[in-house]
């Protein structure tokens, strides 16, 4: 029944900027903590940023920490991803997940643990491709 949805995926030029949303339905935000993870070819999935809905802590992985800003409304049920200065690592599968935040310790264990897909984060979205290339 829970149904989490990506988009904003594109096709972008190294330096540039898109937005992901993650819309949920089935479930209520309020007592989710949101995390955004991505995989990308030949690596390991990892979590890029989460939030958590207990405190409203957030976590930024090293690497996007500064460019990245994750934010949530949970008045629309969707939680967003702000990418700025997109470099080429950066290409990846990003993927939405939820789960609830009383499950959890604080939000970086969340998204570090949580990026297993059977053994972290309870619901995962299918995905969306964000491409940086020139």
């Known amino acids: 029944q829970v149904q989490l949805v990506e988009s904003g995926g594109d096709l972008v030029q190294p330096g540039g900027s898109l937005r992901l949303s993650c819309a949920a339905s089935g479930l209520t935000l309020d007592h989710y903590g949101i995390g955004w993870f991505r995989q990308a070819p030949g690596k390991e999935r990892e979590g890029v940023s989460c939030i958590s809905s207990s405190d409203g802590s957030t976590y930024y992985a090293d690497s996007v920490k500064g460019r990245f800003t994750i934010s949530r409304d949970n008045a629309k049920n969707t939680v967003y991803l702000q990418m700025n200065s997109l470099k080429p690592e950066d290409t990846a599968v990003y993927y939405c997940?939820?789960?609830?935040?009383?499950?959890?310790?604080?939000?970086?264990?969340?998204?570090?643990?949580?990026?297993?897909?059977?053994?972290?984060?309870?619901?995962w979205g299918n995905g969306t491709l964000v491409t940086v290339s020139s």
């Open positions: 997940a939820a789960d609830l935040s009383s499950r959890w310790t604080t939000v970086q264990t969340m998204c570090v643990i949580g990026r297993t897909r059977y053994y972290g984060m309870e619901y």
